[in-house]
Every structure is written in structure tokens, then in C-alpha cells.
């Protein structure tokens, strides 16, 4: 009996326990998982090129015989370099090429003379035989013996597999392919009949069987593109789940009981005015009326507020926390990180002085004395404005009336930990309303991304920095000219300004890089003997931690040396200057965030990256980028497209995001008419049978593959 789509894909033939192991590693675990893991890649092995026809600088698939091969001898082990020569495989076998595989001491002795090779690869002069053309490191398939199974291998479009679990390319393919043979041929098509005939969509099986092995009339083109009318279902497909199963967490959130706050009266208007410290940008005002209008409604808001750094996103959050305030509720704010947190309490107590509310730290920090105390004043509705970490969702905490939660760098959370927040506030038996839930971000997320993460959430964006910020000027430079560095940062400090060094390690490793401590032992020393140089790392204590930064922001320490814990939150506008060392092992985004830690007063401010003269590519993609904008998108944008939209936002929050075929970035178009079909279908009342059916089909799966979490 053929193995239905949710059986065990270890029942597989050529598959066994072993490599379904391997398998279950990438989320692999049913027969109708391993058929949406797609080709990356397609060959047409319908007509080769032949030897005789490659030229210099093009790319070539050929279909060739083994004419010798063998390690060169001057290069051993890790460094071996394998070359292989191989003519057209056939009767006729008028030409001769060579390749070179560095570190290819693995094909020793897996060669034959008369094997047949797909080789795929570009071609290029030979720089030490200029006469011959010869391959670098082509992609190098071996082909069975004659016979049925060759089927899968030549005389069509081939899939090209990334291996997995144990299993390259021509073994996927093979068990591929059995699969596909035994398929069910009446498959159940679980998108809706309407939606299929309206958007011309192929069956979900014709779907499954050409997106793997392509008919013979399919574009090359299209295929390595993912424009394929195959390949284009299957994606719209898991778009179309994963937006339904956001319409619903939107719907239910709309259906809950929440807090319809008074907004327009004018003592809560004044209250309001009163908090703030300076004049809000135009982009601040429309921003708060947006979450003002859903902080008056009945169902609890669920907006994210997104802000480049500095853009003064955490006045806002504390302008919405007063409407809750006044209206008699709690406001809680939950932050990544203890330095963090520290510093919005201090941001808050100082805001909230003339308004006489009482803030409240809740840290882990914090001596179990004061952690009870605290955790007693908001118990008993005595604090107001609750600031902490992820010590506010400790069991222990409880609220007497919480009716805002604001959730900063909510990137670093867990949507589960965001849950557990709200949950703080929602006594079902006692009937409670939900809260009001603002998150806050200032990774600049793209819209096409924003409406796959955080598509049950409205978006608003504060587009524009506060008047007098001057542009930070970033520039790339060598180790060598450290000593030039070193001396700009005393020049600054000589004019009374202050500086940051950033290290990416708190001590030395075997990773051969500069550690903070290390370092600040020796800046302090040698370098700037007569400045007054702080050390600020993670494994510090909260209480030294706090009293560094207090300093620093009062300017009793000059130059901060520090990791990455300075990364969000910490407001200093005297602090111009900003090196770090090792930029080239940092990602985009916390670059991005390390930089926003200057510019903030009207001083001209500078970033000085310190990279290797030679970096990889990537990283100087990403250091170029750096020098090249402080746009805060555009840095999102090139992130994204080097790390990917998994990547991008991290295993804790989102795993890869679910998806095994469709990518946010690339098929964006797909992505707007799957959330609109998505939406339409959920939010029209005559469609429930048509949801429920899709729900009841997609089962414990749906959350498991799409990771859709109940929030709110």
C-alpha cells in the first residue's frame, strides 16, 4: 500500500529511520512535508552542450565521461585539489575539458574512467595552460548505470536538490519521485473551489508533480525564478494559510472584551500635554492619535509602533501609558534587557515627576527584599507604571488593574512571553477586560515582512527624527590606523564630548578577537592614561551596571568601553563618537542599533568601523552599507536579503518563519493576494463552513509548520 501524506517518512522507500532522522532535523517528518521541499534549482538535461561548443565566461551543463582523475600532488588533506578530465559521454567524443576541485580530497578514488558526470559550472581560461578551457569547482552529479531509473536523471528538466539529511540531490530526487508515482490521483484540495477557478490555479497534485518534475514544454527561466504556475500555487498556498490563520487571531482579538478608555476629555488632553518634555514631531501626533482612537474602542488594541532609533518612539508609548493612568489602570512596559529597562524607568520617573505617578522597577536583579516590595506595590494598584524585564511575568507578579501593555524591542521576545504579559491582566473569572497591547521596535521592518510577522497587528510608523539631529558620519578603517582613531577620540573628548568602544566579546577566546575587558585595561593604561574610561559588559552585576551608566550619561566617565549591551535604550546626545572593533562581525541590524547610540544632541557625531582590509563578501556588503546610509529601512531591506526573513528575526520569536516554499521577499505580490484573499474569506460571514473546513484539514500541522501562536 502507497504511503498517504501524513505518514512517517521513514516509510519511504530509500528512505528507513536513519536519514528520516536527518529529515526531521529541517521539520521534515510526514511524506507531504518532503514533498514541499522544492528544487532551488533546475537543469534542462533534454540537450546538453557539447565540449566543443563552451566558451570562456559562460555557464554550461554538460553530459560527460570520466577520462581520468586524481589528486595534484603537491596539495594533501584540507588543502588537496582534485582534477578530473572528461570528454562528451557518446559515440562521438571530440572534446576534451578539465576541472579542478579545490578540497577535493574527498573524490579520491570515487572516479572511474567511463562514468558518466552532469557537470554544471562556468567556464574559464586555464591561467596556467591559456590554450584550454577548463571548470572550478562545477557541480558534479554521477549518473546510474543505463536503465529505467535514468529517467529521473536525463532526457528532462531535472530538480535540483540543496541535500538534507543525510541525502544528496540524486537520492532525493529518486525517493522524490517514488512518492510522487504513488500519489493519490483524486487528492483532496483543501483551497476553496471559488478561489481556485477565479485565480485559474492548477490541482493541488499538478501542482506537487510539475513544481518537482516540470514538463518538458515548462521555461528554464521560470522554474529558477519560482514563476512557474506550479511553483506560484504551492506558494500562494502557504501564504494563504499562514494569512488565514492571522485573520482569525485578528478576528478573535476583535471579539474580545477590552478596556474603552476615555480619551478626549480635556483633563485626560492635559495630562497628556504635560508629560511631554518637548515639541512632538508631526509624525508623533499622528502616531498617538492612531493609538488613541484604538485605545477609545471597546476590543483591546494590538498595534506595533515602529521607529528608526532616536525617532522618539518611547515618548509616545509614555504618553499612551498616561490615557491608561488616568483613566485608573495600570501600565506595564516589558523590556529585552535589565540595562534597558533600567534605563525606561529612569526615562519614566523623570517624565511622570510633574504627573506624580508612582513607577515601579521590577528586575531580576533586584535584592529579594525589594523585588517582594515592589511586587506588593503593584499588587495593591500603588504602582502605576510597571517597568521591568521578563521578571514582570513571573508567576509571583500580580496586577490589581493592568490596562496597557507596551513591549519594547519586542524582536527579542517570544510571542509566547508578549502572551503571558496580557494574560496578567485578563482575570477571565472575574470577567476582566483584555489589554490594551502596544509593541514597539526600532529594527525597521518592511512592509512586505510586516505583513507576515505581525499581520494581526496594526502598524504605525514614525517616519521622521526630532529637529537638530545632525547626520552621523560613518567610515570604514583598518586596524592599522587605530593609533589615528585613538587619537580622534581624545580630540573629541579634549572638546568635551564623550565616546563608545564596542568589542563583541566580554574576554579573550579562542576566536583570536579583542575582548572588552582586555582592551579596556589597556586603552585605560596606555593609551588614555589621563581620561577617565569605564567598562561596561553583560556578566556585571545590575547595581554596577546601573551606576556605569549613570556616570557615563553624567559625564564623570569620558570614553565607555562596552559590549553590545549598549545596544538599544541608552540616551547620552553629549556622546559623539562610536568605534568598534570587529565590525565585520556584526550583523547589519546591530550595527544599525550600536550607531544609534550617537547622534543625538546637535553636535556633528562619527561612527568609526574597524574591519579587516579584506573582509569576506558579505560582511562588506554590510559594512558598505553602513558607510553608504542611516536609513533605517534600506539597512532592513539589505539584511534581509543577506540573512533571510528567518534569520532576520531569530529562532526565538518566529522558528524559520514555517514556510518550506514561498519567501516573503522574493514573492511579495503573492503575499498581498494571499492576505487579501485570506482576509476576505474569514471576515465574510456566508464563508464560515468554507474556514472551518480549511482549519479542521490543517490541524495540529497548521501550528506546527506555520507557527501560529494564540496571542491575546
Not at 500555487?233 to 474603552?260: C, D, K, N, S
Not at 553636535?603 to 568601523?609: A, G, P
Request: charged share 25%.
Amino acid at each position: 500500500m502507497a504511503p498517504g501524506l501524513s505518514d512517517d517518512v521513514k516509510y519511504l522507500k530509500g528512505v528507513g529511520p536513519s536519514r528520516a532522522a536527518g529529515l526531521a532535523q529541517r521539520g521534515i517528518l510526514c511524506v507531504e512535508d518532503l514533498l514541499y521541499y522544492l528544487p532551488f534549482r533546475y537543469e534542462d538535461r533534454t540537450r546538453f552542450s557539447k565540449i566543443r561548443e563552451i566558451q570562456p565566461g559562460g555557464t554550461y551543463t554538460i553530459l560527460a565521461e570520466v577520462v581520468s582523475g586524481g589528486l595534484v600532488r603537491f596539495a594533501r588533506g584540507r588543502n588537496a585539489i582534485y582534477h578530473l578530465a572528461v570528454r562528451d559521454a557518446g559515440p562521438v567524443q571530440p572534446g576534451l575539458l578539465h576541472c579542478r576541485f579545490f578540497h577535493g580530497g574527498y573524490l579520491e578514488g570515487k572516479l572511474k574512467a567511463g562514468q558518466r558526470l552532469v557537470l554544471h559550472g562556468k567556464a574559464d581560461i586555464d591561467p596556467y595552460r591559456p590554450v584550454r578551457i577548463e571548470m572550478i569547482n562545477p557541480q558534479m552529479e554521477v549518473l546510474s548505470g543505463e536503465g529505467a531509473a535514468d529517467s529521473t536523471e536525463v532526457g528532462r528538466i531535472v530538480p535540483i536538490y540543496e541535500a538534507i539529511g543525510g541525502m544528496g540531490s540524486r537520492v532525493l530526487r529518486r525517493v522524490i519521485y517514488g512518492a510522487l508515482e504513488n500519489l493519490d490521483p483524486a487528492l483532496p484540495d483543501p483551497l476553496p473551489k471559488s478561489m481556485l477557478e477565479r485565480l485559474r490555479l492548477p490541482s493541488k497534485r499538478d501542482a506537487i508533480v510539475h513544481a518537482h518534475f516540470p514538463p518538458l514544454e515548462e521555461k528554464l527561466d521560470a522554474l529558477n525564478e519560482f514563476r512557474s504556475q506550479a511553483q506560484q500555487r504551492l506558494i500562494l498556498e502557504e501564504f494563504f494559510y499562514f494569512q488565514i490563520g492571522l485573520a482569525l487571531q485578528r478576528q478573535r482579538t476583535q471579539q474580545e472584551m477590552g478596556v474603552a478608555f476615555r480619551v478626549r476629555e480635556d483633563r485626560i488632553r492635559e495630562a497628556v500635554k504635560r508629560v511631554l518634555p518637548f515639541k512632538p514631531t508631526a509624525a508623533q501626533k499622528r502616531v498617538l492619535g492612531e493609538i488613541a482612537t484604538d485605545m477609545e474602542r471597546a476590543a483591546p488594541m494590538h498595534r506595533l509602533l515602529q521607529g528608526d532609533v532616536g525617532s522618539g518612539k518611547t515618548i509616545v508609548a509614555l504618553e499612551a501609558a498616561t490615557i491608561a493612568i488616568e483613566n485608573g489602570y495600570q501600565a506595564a512596559l516589558m523590556a529585552p534587557t535589565e540595562i534597558l529597562a533600567v534605563q525606561h524607568f529612569l526615562s519614566a520617573r523623570r517624565v511622570f515627576a510633574r504627573a506624580g505617578y508612582r513607577v515601579e522597577l521590577l528586575i531580576s536583579g533586584l535584592p529579594a527584599a525589594a523585588k517582594k516590595a515592589a511586587r506588593d506595590r503593584v499588587a495593591s494598584g500603588m504602582a502605576q507604571f510597571i517597568v521591568g524585564t521578563h521578571a514582570v511575568i513571573e508567576e509571583a507578579v500580580k496586577f490589581a488593574r493592568l490596562g496597557l501593555v507596551i513591549v519594547d524591542e519586542q524582536h527579542r521576545f517570544g510571542v509566547m512571553q508578549r502572551k503571558q504579559l496580557i494574560e496578567k491582566g485578563v482575570g477571565r473569572e472575574k470577567g476582566q477586560p483584555h489589554p490594551d497591547l502596544l509593541v514597539m521596535t526600532a529594527t525597521p521592518i518592511p512592509r512586505t515582512l510586516s505583513l507576515t510577522i505581525y499581520g494581526d497587528l496594526d502598524v504605525s510608523v514614525i517616519d521622521e527624527l526630532p529637529p537638530g539631529r545632525t547626520p552621523i558620519e560613518t567610515r570604514i578603517t583598518a586596524e592599522n590606523f587605530l593609533p589615528g582613531v585613538w587619537d580622534f577620540v581624545r580630540s573629541e573628548v579634549a572638546r568635551g564630548r564623550q565616546a563608545y568602544v564596542i568589542y563583541p566579546v566580554i574576554e579573550e577566546s579562542k576566536q583570536e578577537l579583542k575582548a572588552a575587558t582586555a582592551e579596556y585595561e589597556r586603552l585605560s593604561k596606555q593609551v588614555w592614561p589621563k581620561l577617565r574610561v569605564g567598562l561596561l559588559h553583560g556578566r556585571m552585576r545590575s547595581e554596577q551596571k546601573e551606576d556605569m551608566m549613570e556616570r557615563f550619561r553624567k559625564g564623570e566617565i569620558q570614553i565607555l568601553v562596552s559590549t553590545t549591551v549598549i545596544e538599544v535604550g541608552v540616551d547620552v546626545p553629549n556622546a559623539t563618537v562610536m568605534v568598534v572593533e570587529h565590525a565585520e562581525r556584526f550583523g547589519l541590524a546591530q550595527l544599525h542599533q550600536l550607531r544609534g547610540r550617537i547622534g543625538r544632541g546637535s553636535e556633528k557625531s562619527h561612527c568609526i568601523l574597524v574591519a579587516p582590509r579584506k573582509p569576506t563578501e558579505e560582511a562588506k556588503l554590510r559594512l558598505d552599507t553602513m558607510a553608504e546610509t542611516t536609513d533605517g529601512f534600506k539597512i532592513a531591506e539589505m539584511d534581509l536579503e543577506l540573512r533571510g526573513p528567518g534569520e532576520f528575526f531569530g529562532t526565538r520569536q518566529h522558528g524559520e518563519l514555517g514556510f518550506q516554499v514561498a519567501n516573503p521577499l522574493r514573492d511579495k505580490e503573492l503575499l498581498g493576494l494571499a492576505r487579501r484573499e485570506a482576509f476576505a474569506l474569514v471576515e465574510n460571514p456566508k464563508q464560515d463552513d468554507e474556514v472551518r473546513r480549511l482549519v479542521a484539514h490543517l490541524g495540529p500541522k497548521w501550528q506546527r509548520r506555520y507557527q501560529l501562536a494564540r496571542v491575546g
